[in-house]
């Protein structure tokens, strides 16, 4: 049976109509993307303390970590887009606890003598975006307690 030729020239259009109408549909990961952490910051109570962090000997600071994206755009995660974790050089300088339902606040406890300086590291896991970075060392020093 032969198609009419109406019909054959009909049929590749919607077939290409349908294919381009597909390639420019949104798509879910294409929407909700989170932009790509490029810079973090730290914050104390609101004040930034990422080029020194003063830690009292015997007290948590509670630090706040603020990501910004490479235009310079602060970045808020939803809640478990981002896992963020706190290191330090050396690995007995500090602790580093999670504050609850505040995944960018750590606590941060001194274990090592006043006066002793080391560095703070933060890694930032992009869940959505299946990347990891790490930025630091962050300079620290332990003060005595007054």
Do not use: N
């Not at 990422?50 to 706040?64: F, K, N, P, Q, Y």
């Not at 310079?72 to 690995?91: E, K």
């Not at 500090?94 to 406890?109: G, M, Q």
């Not at 006066?115 to 790490?134: A, D, P, S």
């Amino acid at each position: 049976m032969r198609v009419p030729t109406f019909s054959r020239m009909l049929w590749p259009g919607a077939i290409g109509g349908l294919a381009l109408a597909c390639a420019l549909a949104p798509t879910e990961s294409a929407v909700t993307a989170p932009p790509a952490i490029a810079s973090v910051r730290l914050f104390d109570r609101g004040g930034d303390i990422t080029d020194h962090i003063a830690l009292g000997a015997g007290r948590t600071l509670r630090i706040e970590v603020r990501l910004y994206a490479a235009d310079g755009d602060r970045i808020l995660p939803a809640d478990g887009d981002v896992v963020v974790r706190l290191t330090f050089d050396p690995p007995s300088y500090a602790t580093a606890t999670d504050v609850p339902d505040a995944p960018l606040l750590k606590d941060v406890t001194p274990t090592a003598a006043p006066g002793i300086e080391g560095g703070i590291y933060v890694t930032c896991e992009q869940v959505k975006l299946m990347v990891t970075i790490r930025r630091g060392p962050f300079e620290s020093l332990i003060h005595p307690s007054s």
